[in-house]
């Protein structure tokens, strides 16, 4: 199974480096010197990692046969996609790759089913699921431990308990002025 690690950013310097956003839990694992990842677009790759390197708080890798700011430059916003053994697991207990929870079953603590996870949407702030809902409509779970309380992987569900008005319309809203008068 193949799962995008890493998209490659601007070049970096005049030696080949690039910057890259990191979109794996793993980047020691999957971004480590050595490692060979296939590309999107495809006819620029596969790409061996030379190098690694934090600067300013941003990775930085290099490739082999990558050896100046036009070969890196040539680069920018290619995905780095790593082959992952589909029965892996991470290494916490409380993660899951994509994989896993796409396609879930979402259903609230008393049964009730809201719809099937059909994409993770990784924010800056945190995941979501984009679930489909039965009437084909869609609706974004954030992915938090308030929210989510139980994902079950042989059981095929994700068990939620949404706040009033994130799945339905029961937010109730409170205003001031509603006091006031």
């Not at 992987?153 to 994700?158: N, S, V, W, Y």
Request: hydrophobic share 40%; glycine share 8%; charged share 30%.
């Amino acid at each position: 199974m193949q799962l995008v690690v890493a998209r490659i950013g601007r070049a970096h310097g005049i030696k080949g480096e690039v910057t890259v956003e990191v979109r794996t839990d793993e980047p020691e694992l999957r971004l480590a010197p050595g490692a060979v990842l296939a590309t999107d677009p495809a006819a620029a790759g596969p790409l061996t990692i030379e190098s690694g390197r934090v600067h300013s708080g941003r990775l930085l890798l290099r490739f082999a046969g990558v050896g100046d700011r036009n070969g890196a430059e040539a680069l920018r916003n290619t995905l780095l996609i790593a082959e992952v053994d589909p029965d892996e697991l991470p290494e916490e207990e409380d993660e899951y790759y994509d994989h896993q929870l796409i396609d879930l079953d979402v259903v609230t603590e008393d049964g009730t089913d809201v719809g099937r996870i059909t994409e993770i949407s990784h924010l800056p702030s945190q995941d979501l699921f984009i679930v489909e809902r039965p009437d084909g409509s869609e609706v974004m779970i954030p992915f938090v431990d308030e929210i989510v309380t139980e994902i079950d992987l042989e059981g095929q569900r994700a068990v939620v308990a949404p706040p009033p008005g994130l799945i339905d319309d029961r937010a109730e809203i409170a205003s001031s002025r509603d006091e006031d008068a």
